[in-house]
């Protein structure tokens, strides 16, 4: 079974200012993605980043990064120069290649980005 | 990035009458589309797995014969909430995975249902 943690119910930061949102997760697979998804009060789940197991690289999309360790099964979000619309819940997620495309979400950190 | 259309955005329906809820991806084709229950501050749930022409595979506990799911052609699937209840109020959410394209998956933008 796969299990992702996210640790954070709440995190603050101020304006323009760097955040790290932590995840977790645990599977015996080998092959598996790890994604992030924001989801603003409207509801919407906006996909933000993956990053592949086999994949040597951090991914990066913009203000976006993963910091995957996965000798620890960690895949971080940095959020870099934060901006007041980036408030909102973001959702750690997991898929692996044995169950399709399920994905396992995470309960959620919400971020409060303060001006 | 693709685009999942999900209607209607919201719906309040009174006890005991069903209510249709559609996914459809507008520019990619989805041989499977999820559907996903949220509760206020919480986590999405699986509930169910749509597969194009084929059954829908639900997580333990869903009531099969209450989430009726469809998954009629590449781009719509549909989840019909039968004889509901206040207690199936809800944020309803599906997600479709493009099919040429494992590394993304994209969601709609929810239905939020009442039942009163």
């Known amino acids: 079974a796969q299990k992702i943690t996210q640790t954070q119910p709440g995190m603050f930061v101020q304006e323009k200012e760097a955040v790290t949102l932590d995840c977790t997760y645990d599977?015996?697979?080998?092959?598996?993605?790890l994604f992030w998804y924001k989801q603003p009060s409207s509801g919407e789940m906006i996909f933000l980043i993956y990053?592949?197991?086999?994949?040597?690289q951090n991914a990066t999309e913009g203000r976006y990064s993963l910091n995957f360790q996965k000798a620890r099964k960690s895949a971080n979000l940095v959020i870099s120069a934060s901006q007041l619309g980036d408030s909102a819940m973001y959702f750690c997620?997991?898929?692996?290649?044995?169950?399709?495309?399920?994905?396992?979400f995470g309960e959620g950190t919400q971020l409060t980005v303060n001006p | 990035g693709a685009v999942v259309s999900q209607h209607p955005s919201w719906v309040i329906c009174k006890s005991g009458t069903s209510v249709k809820i559609e996914c459809r991806s507008l520019?990619?084709?989805?041989?499977?589309m999820f559907w996903y229950r949220q509760f206020p501050k919480q986590s999405l749930m699986l509930m169910a797995t749509?597969?194009?022409?084929?059954?829908?595979?639900?997580e333990q506990g869903v009531e099969k014969d209450k989430f009726l799911i469809n998954h009629a052609s590449l781009t719509l699937s549909t989840l019909t909430v039968t004889s509901a209840h206040p207690e199936d109020s809800s944020f309803y959410i599906c997600?479709?995975?493009?099919?040429?394209?494992?590394?993304?998956?994209?969601f709609g933008p929810g239905t939020r249902l009442t039942v009163t």
């Open positions: 997600s479709a995975r493009d099919s040429d394209r494992f590394n993304e998956q994209y």
């Open positions: 599977t015996s697979d080998q092959s598996y993605g």
């Open positions: 990053q592949g197991s086999y994949d040597e």
């Open positions: 997620a997991m898929r692996v290649l044995t169950s399709g495309s399920r994905l396992t």
């Open positions: 520019d990619f084709q989805a041989t499977t």
């Open positions: 749509s597969n194009e022409g084929s059954k829908a595979t639900y």
